[in-house]
């Protein structure tokens, strides 16, 4: 699956996620779209540096700690895309637990049709 189908996946999962669960509100497609790039970017480059510095932390928790990671993570691009709110850590973590499964659930579907 390429770059660009994987942020479109996102770009739907995003704003399906931002349209059922309370606390999270994404002004347009062009918004969700954006919080896709962002999140890929932040991911690629913040996130595993998160990860290294917090080793002991995730250790201990069995790998639980991953979950508030990701949590930060969307903090953090709601920080700087306007038309993208996060109400909260939790709300955060939720998000992107959602995020996560609707895009596993939409890529193995254009997985198994590219197939056939």
Request: aromatic residues 6%; proline residues 3%.
């Given at each position: 699956?390429?770059?660009?189908?994987?942020?479109?996946?996102?770009?739907?999962?995003?704003?399906?996620?931002?349209?059922?669960?309370?606390?999270?509100?994404?002004s347009?497609?062009?918004?969700?779209?954006?919080?896709?790039?962002?999140?890929?970017?932040?991911?690629?480059?913040?996130?595993?540096?998160?990860?290294?510095?917090?080793?002991?932390?995730?250790?201990?928790?069995?790998?639980?700690?991953?979950?508030?990671?990701?949590?930060?993570?969307?903090?953090?691009?709601?920080?700087?895309?306007?038309?993208?709110?996060?109400?909260?850590?939790?709300?955060?973590?939720?998000f992107?637990?959602?995020?996560?499964?609707?895009?596993?659930?939409?890529?193995?579907?254009s997985?198994?049709?590219?197939k056939?």
């Amino acid at each position: 699956m390429n770059l660009l189908t994987r942020i479109i996946i996102s770009t739907i999962s995003i704003m399906v996620v931002g349209y059922i669960l309370p606390g999270v509100v994404v002004s347009s497609v062009y918004t969700a779209f954006v919080v896709a790039v962002i999140l890929a970017l932040l991911n690629s480059i913040v996130k595993p540096i998160l990860i290294i510095l917090t080793l002991p932390v995730t250790i201990i928790t069995l790998g639980l700690f991953l979950l508030v990671i990701n949590g930060i993570i969307v903090l953090i691009a709601n920080h700087f895309i306007s038309g993208f709110s996060v109400s909260g850590l939790f709300t955060a973590i939720i998000f992107s637990l959602l995020v996560s499964l609707i895009n596993g659930i939409l890529g193995i579907n254009s997985l198994n049709e590219r197939k056939s």
